[in-house]
């Protein structure tokens, strides 16, 4: 089957630099995106890899390992609007978007 | 310019009783999506659609039905609501269709309850 794991939850400090983790296995890759969701309110989406390396944009960056089935979105400079859910997802060999569960981001004065 | 809009935001429903969430986008995507995403699960497709005329089905479309007469509007119907259909609904659209890889946007959602 089609799985994707992030932490359910990682608590931070404000202005503190937090990485969230997420592994897949999915038939076949095409892809790599990550959203981020405020309570109560739709994703957006913040950044996508589909080459191996890291993706700088802002205070996020994301990095991308397809022989590991793995990556991370890095967020700089924690804010305490940076409290959020955190979703990744794979795009799988017939273009479908896999979503992982979403960490929750905690951040603490 | 709005992007995605739905309706209703919120709902509460009797079991047994016909439903249709309305969703709308400007942006003149090709492909739209319904998704569910309820608590410590990852959002979950219920149907698709690639182009107007066309839909297909999700991971888990039992239940639920919809349509694409044109490019903007991509309501979901619940024929008759179950309480395990109680969720939060988000509409999403994307400019290309299929065999692309393409970022989904996504409407506010419809937070349904269904007893």
């Known amino acids: 089957g089609q799985n994707i794991d992030q932490p359910t939850e990682m608590t931070a400090t404000e202005g503190a630099i937090v990485q969230i983790n997420c592994t897949y296995q999915t038939s076949g890759f095409n892809g790599l995106f990550w959203y981020q969701q405020h309570a109560g309110e739709a994703p957006t989406f913040l950044s996508y890899?589909?080459l191996d390396g890291l993706e700088e944009k802002g205070r996020f960056s994301s990095f991308l390992s397809r022989s590991k089935g793995y990556s991370y979105l890095l967020l700089k400079e924690l804010q305490m609007k940076d409290s959020a859910s955190y979703l990744c997802a794979v795009f799988d060999s017939n273009y479908q978007l896999i979503w992982g569960a979403g960490t929750k981001l905690i951040i603490k004065p | 310019i709005a992007g995605i809009t739905q309706a209703p935001t919120s709902q509460i429903l009797a079991a047994g009783r016909r439903m249709t969430l309305r969703c709308t986008q400007d942006?003149?995507?090709?492909?739209m999506y319904w998704y569910r995403q309820d608590l410590g699960l990852g959002l979950r497709l219920i149907h698709y659609?690639?182009?107007?005329?066309?839909?297909g089905k999700g991971e888990v479309p039992d239940g639920y039905s919809v349509s694409r007469a044109n490019t903007d509007d991509f309501p979901l119907t619940l024929a008759s609501a179950v309480p395990s259909q109680t969720s939060v609904y988000f509409c999403?659209?994307?400019?290309?269709?299929?065999?692309?890889?393409?970022?989904?946007?996504f409407g506010p959602g419809t937070r349904l309850t269904v007893l």
């Open positions: 942006m003149r995507h090709n492909a």
């Open positions: 659609s690639n182009t107007a005329g066309t839909t």
């Open positions: 999403a659209s994307s400019d290309s269709a299929t065999g692309v890889t393409d970022t989904q946007y």
């Open positions: 890899n589909v």
